[in-house]
């Protein structure tokens, strides 16, 4: 069957450290991975897409890892902040004309 | 810019009563999403559609309905509310394009039913 795997439900770290969420996915062949972020009571916002061919993206102090071998996203944040707790989403589809698919999330909490 | 606007932010129903959540979008996009966030179970997509007047079952579609008959407008009909209904809804929309296109999404209707 189809998963999206978030590997964990909460993340503690402090402040200043890099966060590093994971990403991981079964039976799909997606082109594309993207990394949303949500604050509690808000909808998710988009932050980051990733191609297959790229290894790697940064925006700012967001980087973002693709291999589609081991079929694993990875998404830092360096330099955390306070302001960076929320939950953060990875998603793909498995082709250009099917819906999003979701992983259930991980709660960033980054402790002063 | 609006966005992705969806009405209303909350509502207390009962079982058995009927009810339309409105989702709204001033973007141009051709594609519309609702879903349904429960703790522990993540975004499930419910409903969606290609375009004005088309739509397509998702994940979790039982005991709703939808309608598309304006393109900047999807509405999600709950017939008969359940319990097991109660749920933060969200809407979201894209352009064609696929892969590459974010969702934008609206924040959400609270909807419990007693």
């Known amino acids: 069957s189809q998963k999206i795997e978030q590997n964990s439900e909460a993340l503690n770290i402090q402040e200043g450290k890099t966060a590093t969420l994971t990403c991981n996915y079964t039976?799909?062949?997606?082109?594309?991975l993207q990394w949303y972020r949500q604050d509690p009571g808000r909808g998710p916002v988009f932050l980051l897409l990733?191609?297959?061919?790229?290894k790697e993206k940064r925006k700012e102090r967001l980087k973002v890892t693709f291999d589609t071998t081991l079929k694993q996203s990875l998404f830092h944040i360096t330099a955390s902040q306070p302001a960076d707790s929320a939950t953060y989403l990875c998603?793909?589809?498995?082709?250009?004309?099917?819906?999003?698919?979701f992983g259930k999330g991980t709660r960033l909490s980054v402790i002063a | 810019n609006a966005g992705v606007t969806q009405t209303p932010k909350f509502r207390v129903l009962k079982t058995g009563q009927s009810m339309t959540l409105l989702c709204a979008q001033d973007?141009?996009?051709?594609?519309m999403y609702w879903y349904r966030q429960d703790p522990g179970m993540g975004l499930r997509l419910i409903h969606y559609?290609?375009?004005?007047?088309?739509?397509a079952k998702g994940e979790v579609p039982d005991g709703y309905n939808v309608s598309r008959l304006k393109k900047q407008n999807f509405l999600l009909g709950l017939e008969s509310a359940a319990p097991s209904q109660t749920s933060v809804y969200f809407c979201?929309?894209?352009?064609?394009?696929?892969?590459?296109?974010?969702?934008?999404f609206g924040d959400g209707t609270r909807l419990s039913i007693l």
């Open positions: 998603a793909l589809r498995n082709s250009g004309n099917t819906p999003l698919v």
């Open positions: 039976n799909y062949s997606p082109a594309y």
């Open positions: 973007m141009n996009h051709e594609y």
């Open positions: 559609s290609v375009g004005e007047g088309t739509t």
């Open positions: 979201a929309s894209d352009r064609v394009g696929g892969y590459a296109q974010p969702q934008h």
């Open positions: 990733i191609r297959e061919n790229e």
